[in-house]
């Protein structure tokens, strides 16, 4: 069995999510007994710990630049951390807390528009209620991205139950506006467009598709470059869909793994990659078109978040060592992968990649 390059032990619970930031040289995790731990990429250690940032499990992290954490709660909070760091420790100080709604487990989502990062999150999941954050100005935002669905009995509100902000170009090629996609319950995917200026924030419905899962869409991701927004469910599809007019239209077939349920999915366009995590303990691996390329299993409890590092060199430009300076700008491009069994471990993303296509790939 493939072995991780190495592997991050200091939580004692379920991690829930990880995120690379700072120009790959900090990644964030946060647990199922609320804490909240920031690790330096380059020492392969941990930098600084909110113990009990949350009191509920910790839902979703990010960093935002070099020092700003953001981390979600089941406690109905989103919180907005100033990371204060040198190169061997470090501290959290909170500095902004906003009220969520994080009882259907739909964790927020994250974009830089025009230099400023944004933040949307669930306010009244039953009223479709998102309310959407500007980090830099602190205003808050309020949006309706509800749905109703039809069942037998008649219609009902459809929970959001998963999100992503993207910063997309606009039709004019040069500016950026943004976009919000939304899975939902009743397995409705949508796309609105966030109309932000100095009078008004509003979400219009651009498209939408009742994807092939048959379970609640869990988890999505977008592709900006090829247009492509990918979902999986408590279900066994890997689903990918293109914009087609109103509609989104499927890309590619879904692909069923041999196996139910899958926590996250993400796509690194740069490396034609989709990244899949899932319950049976396998980060599984395709092509931009859903061709299975690897499936990784180390963990012995189910996975719940990936994510792969840019191999950013901006970072290398605060590095005095002209040594450490040269291994930090040769180093391998990570992928991260937390687990219930409270590891997280890194991966050569890259040399996997390789090895799985000139194997010819392998069945997911």
């Given at each position: 069995?493939?072995?991780?390059?190495?592997?991050?032990?200091?939580?004692?619970a379920?991690v829930?999510?990880?995120?690379?930031?700072?120009?790959d040289r900090?990644?964030?995790s946060?647990?199922?007994?609320?804490h909240l731990?920031v690790?330096?990429?380059m020492?392969?250690?941990?930098?600084?710990?909110?113990?009990?940032?949350?009191?509920?499990?910790?839902?979703a992290?990010c960093?935002l630049g070099?020092d700003t954490v953001v981390?979600?709660?089941?406690d109905?909070?989103l919180?907005v951390?100033?990371?204060?760091a040198?190169e061997?420790?470090?501290?959290l100080?909170l500095?902004k807390?906003l009220a969520v709604?994080s009882?259907?487990f739909?964790?927020?989502?994250?974009a830089t528009?025009?230099g400023?990062?944004?933040?949307?999150?669930?306010?009244?999941?039953?009223?479709?209620?998102?309310?959407?954050?500007?980090?830099a100005?602190g205003?808050?935002?309020?949006?309706?991205i509800g749905?109703?669905s039809?069942?037998k009995?008649g219609?009902?509100d459809?929970?959001?139950?998963?999100?992503k902000?993207?910063a997309?170009?606009?039709?004019d090629?040069?500016?950026q506006?943004?976009?919000?996609?939304?899975g939902?319950?009743?397995?409705?995917l949508?796309?609105?467009s966030?109309?932000?200026s100095?009078?008004?924030?509003s979400?219009?419905?651009?498209?939408?598709?009742?994807?092939?899962?048959?379970?609640p869409v869990?988890s999505?991701?977008?592709d900006?470059?090829?247009?492509?927004?990918?979902?999986?469910a408590?279900d066994n599809?890997v689903c990918c869909y293109?914009?087609?007019?109103s509609?989104?239209?499927?890309?590619?077939a879904?692909v069923?793994l041999?196996?139910?349920?899958?926590?996250?999915i993400?796509?690194?366009?740069?490396?034609?990659?989709v990244?899949?995590?899932s319950?049976?303990?396998?980060t599984h691996l395709?092509?931009?078109?859903?061709?299975?390329?690897?499936?990784?299993a180390?963990?012995?409890?189910?996975l719940?978040?990936?994510?792969v590092?840019?191999?950013s060199?901006a970072?290398a430009?605060?590095?005095?060592?002209?040594?450490?300076?040269q291994?930090?700008?040769?180093?391998?491009?990570w992928?991260a992968?937390?687990?219930?069994?409270s590891?997280?471990?890194?991966?050569?993303?890259?040399?996997?990649?390789a090895?799985?296509?000139?194997c010819?790939?392998?069945d997911?």
């Amino acid at each position: 069995m493939i072995q991780p390059d190495f592997v991050f032990r200091g939580h004692q619970a379920a991690v829930n999510s990880v995120c690379f930031f700072g120009d790959d040289r900090l990644l964030v995790s946060g647990d199922q007994d609320g804490h909240l731990i920031v690790w330096n990429m380059m020492l392969k250690r941990q930098l600084a710990k909110a113990a009990g940032a949350h009191t509920a499990p910790i839902l979703a992290v990010c960093g935002l630049g070099t020092d700003t954490v953001v981390s979600q709660g089941r406690d109905n909070r989103l919180c907005v951390w100033a990371l204060d760091a040198s190169e061997f420790s470090g501290e959290l100080r909170l500095t902004k807390t906003l009220a969520v709604d994080s009882m259907n487990f739909c964790k927020f989502s994250y974009a830089t528009l025009r230099g400023s990062p944004w933040i949307v999150f669930l306010v009244g999941a039953g009223a479709g209620e998102a309310g959407l954050f500007d980090v830099a100005s602190g205003e808050q935002h309020s949006l309706s991205i509800g749905h109703q669905s039809r069942t037998k009995a008649g219609s009902r509100d459809d929970s959001p139950m998963c999100i992503k902000l993207v910063a997309s170009a606009s039709a004019d090629g040069v500016s950026q506006e943004l976009e919000l996609f939304v899975g939902y319950e009743s397995t409705m995917l949508q796309q609105f467009s966030i109309d932000v200026s100095d009078t008004k924030v509003s979400a219009a419905l651009r498209r939408s598709v009742t994807t092939a899962h048959s379970e609640p869409v869990m988890s999505l991701d977008y592709d900006s470059q090829r247009q492509l927004a990918y979902t999986c469910a408590a279900d066994n599809k890997v689903c990918c869909y293109t914009a087609d007019g109103s509609k989104f239209k499927e890309h590619v077939a879904a692909v069923e793994l041999k196996n139910s349920g899958c926590s996250e999915i993400r796509c690194f366009p740069a490396l034609n990659l989709v990244a899949v995590a899932s319950w049976d303990y396998a980060t599984h691996l395709f092509t931009s078109d859903l061709e299975p390329t690897a499936s990784i299993a180390f963990h012995r409890a189910a996975l719940t978040s990936v994510d792969v590092s840019t191999l950013s060199t901006a970072g290398a430009d605060g590095i005095v060592d002209e040594y450490v300076r040269q291994r930090w700008s040769s180093r391998s491009r990570w992928m991260a992968v937390a687990s219930r069994d409270s590891r997280i471990s890194l991966w050569d993303i890259d040399r996997i990649i390789a090895d799985a296509r000139s194997c010819g790939g392998a069945d997911a």
